[in-house]
Nanobody
Framework: QVRFVESGGGLVQPGGSLRLSCVAS????????AAWYRQTPGNERELVAA????????KYAEFVKGRFTISRDNNESTLHLQMNELKPEDTAVYYC???????????????WGQGTQVNVSS
């Protein structure tokens, strides 16, 4: 099992930026694909971005392409999401994950942390 502690969320105005981070512990983080998900009340979690175990390839949901950047540091067992040009519809709780099966068919393990709240509002 991998455990996560997410941080970096907060209140930001539309067009602003935030950098989310999570620290992983437990099973070796470097052995897994990783991804950020987000969730709003009454909705399912949706994939935001995913990254390979070595960090050499990435995948983004269409609604964040060109605005968000996912990265990882396996030496520190951390995952990051740089969010620029934020929009009100980006408001959600953001979660770190690890998974398998490649970027196209990314499948997360159900090892969810508390997430970090992002509020984009004027």
């Amino acid at each position: 099992q991998v455990r996560f502690v997410e941080s970096g969320g907060g209140l930001v105005q539309p067009g602003g930026s935030l950098r989310l981070s999570c620290v992983a512990s437990g099973d070796p983080f470097k052995n897994y694909l990783a991804a950020w998900y987000r969730q709003t009340p009454g909705n399912e979690r949706e994939l935001v971005a995913a990254i390979t175990d070595l960090g050499d390839r990435t995948k983004y949901a269409e609604f964040v392409k060109g605005r968000f950047t996912i990265s990882r540091d396996n030496n520190e067992s951390t995952l990051h999401l740089q969010m620029n040009e934020l929009k009100p519809e980006d408001t959600a709780v953001y979660y770190c994950s690890v998974g398998r099966r490649g970027l196209t068919y990314y499948t997360p393990y159900s090892w969810w942390g508390q997430g970090t709240q992002v509020n984009v509002s004027s």
